[in-house]
């Protein structure tokens, strides 16, 4: 297992660094963590990241799991269809 932590400055300025470190982890493990400790929020070049990186991971057999995510990231990873909304 791997853990990526996404920093505060993560965004469209960074993608490519974090690409390079999603693909690295995902060719090499069997479950990737992303850590949201650092951020509360994300833009869309990091939303459309962790899709693709999701559904490369999935062709891969590499589980994915998010950790420290605040309530903004958890609507933001709700509405891209990478977690499941609570029913109530």
């Known amino acids: 297992m791997s853990e990526l932590i996404m920093e505060q400055n993560s965004?469209?300025?960074?993608?490519?660094?974090?690409?390079?470190?999603?693909?690295?982890?995902?060719d090499s493990e069997k479950e990737l963590v992303i850590d949201?400790?650092?951020?509360?929020?994300?833009d869309l070049a990091i939303a459309q990241l962790?899709?693709?990186?999701?559904?490369?991971?999935r062709k891969k057999s590499v589980a994915v799991k998010f950790k420290n995510v605040s309530d903004e990231i958890r609507n933001q990873l709700q509405l891209t269809g990478l977690i499941k909304r609570n029913k109530e």
């Open 36 to 42: 949201f400790k650092s951020i509360t929020s994300i």
């Open 50 to 57: 962790l899709i693709s990186a999701v559904k490369y991971a």
């Open 11 to 26: 965004s469209v300025k960074t993608v490519s660094n974090i690409k390079k470190q999603l693909l690295q982890i995902i």
